[in-house]
T-cell receptor, first 116, second 110 residues
Framework: EPEVTQTPSHQVTQMGQEVILRCVPI?????FYWYRQILGQKVEFLVS????????KSEIFDDQFSVERPDGSNFTLKIRSTKLEDSAMYFC??????????????FGSGTRLTVV | SQQGEEDPQALSIQEGENATMNCSYK?????LQWYRQNSGRGLVHLIL?????REKHSGRLRVTLDTSKKSSSLLITASRAADTASYFC??????????FGKGNQVVVIP
């Protein structure tokens, strides 16, 4: 099964600093997603991205967050000024097959973000 | 919202036994999916069941869906130590925005 690759696997940052989390989703897919999981809590939807635009975002995804597809393969999540409560695992996802998620998602292995 | 609440939260079983987990949800869905997560790792898709399906099998996995009760169950038969993980159900209301439950921690004792 095709893979979704995320880098870095772990990032520690000072509060107030900007971080960029990177994802290489499954190629030729048009939908991309970011989710996060605070330690011990539910996996939460952040944002979906379709055809180079945000298609939907959650209430968590405020002005501190942004997503970009800087080139044809990478997909990034930027947090402009990190807060302690941004500490979480961040997952990138692509539909498993085809452009939509009618067959489920493939998730990356995640980036563990620790804000100190 | 309490979409995708799994029950029980933690389960400890002997290798070879079956493990059953339940999930309930509150809104209408297009499909329901189950994922596995090993400690500190990513989510692995296990099985998807559509709203017009009642039961589905994949290897040692059996999932059921009761849309009238808004509930689903995941059965892992003949469990193995490698099945030790957290299991999450996630509902898709049709907008490709998954709502996850809190997860079930399953420990299979060799």
């Amino acid at each position: 099964e095709p893979e979704v690759t995320q880098t870095p696997s772990h990032q520690v940052t000072q509060m107030g600093q900007e971080v960029i989390l990177r994802c290489v989703p499954i190629s030729n897919h048009l939908y991309f997603y970011w989710y996060r999981q605070i330690l011990g809590q539910k996996v939460e939807f952040l944002v979906s991205f379709y055809n180079n635009e945000i298609s939907e975002k959650s209430e968590i995804f405020d002005d501190q967050f942004s997503v970009e597809r800087p080139d044809g393969s990478n997909f990034t999540l930027k947090i402009r000024s990190t807060k302690l409560e941004d500490s979480a695992m961040y997952f990138c996802a692509s539909p498993r097959t085809g452009p939509t998620a009618n067959y489920g998602y493939t998730f990356g292995s995640g980036t563990r973000l620790t804000v100190v | 919202s309490q979409q995708g609440e799994e029950d029980p939260q933690a389960l400890s079983i002997q290798e070879g036994e079956n493990a059953t987990m339940n999930c309930s949800y509150k809104t209408s869905i297009n499909n329901l999916q189950w994922y596995r997560q090993n400690s500190g790792r990513g989510l692995v898709h296990l099985i998807l069941i559509r709203s017009n399906e009642r039961e589905k099998h994949s290897g040692r996995l059996r999932v059921t869906l009761d849309t009238s009760k808004k509930s689903s169950s995941l059965l892992i038969t003949a469990s193995r130590a490698a099945d030790t993980a957290s299991y999450f159900c996630a509902t898709d209301p049709g907008n490709n925005r998954l709502a996850f439950g809190k997860g079930n921690q399953v420990v299979v004792i060799p």
